[in-house]
């Protein structure tokens, strides 16, 4: 949302003006700042799946390895 | 060691470096590596707002363009650190996923293992003379009674509905649930 913003900014400040010195700061400031904004946030966004992910197979790992060990004592009781 | 046409060889795994040593459980990145990617995107947003104020402070034509030079290289580094940061994670999950795997298979065929002597006990079906139905030597229906294994004339008699194999060799649920045990 920010970086969208940011590039409506810095659309309606470069369209104002036909000065390429003037154009270059909004350029800057709204197009590079956007796009790294936009990659930042799909960053955040994958690595949110990742993380889930993450939990999820350690949980299953975890859970495999007490069923282990119960069923070695259980081996182990009889 | 063979289980449902899959050879332990099929699963193996080449050693690898260990991925799960000193890694968070709730996340698949280390705190170094926060800090790292942190000091990383800071550096570049920096760049950015250097190459914003810098560009904006002079209508020379020649020294925007290198302020603009500045700011594309701060785009650059959000997007290595963006690579890293998932690459990283990308790499880690996948590698604890082969784990389950393994892990998976090697508790199947301790399954599988111990559910063979089972499957070869279910393999010796008797019967007794009068009887429609073959079954297992320990089933309750001939508990008892004077039984005798099959033999070629015994083709036309069915599986027991208690203890019996399918007509596909498959085990019944009895069958599966002792082999559990």
């Not at chain 2, 290289?73 to 795997?101: I, P």
């Amino acid at each position: 949302m920010v970086a969208a913003i940011a590039m409506l900014n810095g659309y309606l400040g470069i369209s104002d003006t036909p000065h390429v010195a003037d154009q270059l700061p909004y350029f800057i400031s709204a197009g590079a700042f956007g796009v790294a904004l936009c990659a930042v946030a799909g960053m955040l966004w994958v690595s949110a799946d990742l993380r889930d992910e993450w939990r999820e197979i350690r949980s299953l790992r975890a859970e495999l390895a007490a069923s282990e060990a119960a069923a070695i004592a259980r081996a182990g009781g009889q | 060691m063979t289980t449902a046409g899959l050879t332990s060889r099929q699963v193996h795994v080449p050693a690898r470096r260990s991925v799960s040593v000193d890694l968070p459980v709730d996340s698949p990145w280390r705190a170094v590596e926060h800090r790292v990617v942190a000091a990383v995107l800071a550096v570049a947003f920096g760049l950015i707002g250097l190459a914003w104020f810098g560009a904006g402070g002079t209508v020379d034509w020649t020294e925007q363009l290198r302020w603009t030079a500045v700011a594309i290289g701060g785009v650059t580094l959000v997007g290595f650190a963006g690579a890293l940061w998932l690459g990283l994670g990308l790499r880690r999950v996948r590698l604890e996923k082969r784990a389950l795997c393994v892990s998976l298979v090697a508790r199947r065929d301790r399954l599988a293992a111990y559910a063979a002597p089972v499957t070869d006990r279910a393999a010796t079906r008797v019967t007794r003379v009068g009887m429609s139905h073959h079954h297992a030597p320990d089933c309750l229906l001939v508990a008892g009674k004077d039984v005798r294994e099959l033999t070629a004339d015994d083709l036309d008699l069915v599986p027991c509905g208690v203890c019996g194999v399918s007509e596909r060799g498959e085990l019944s649920i009895n069958s599966i649930a002792r082999a559990e045990r």
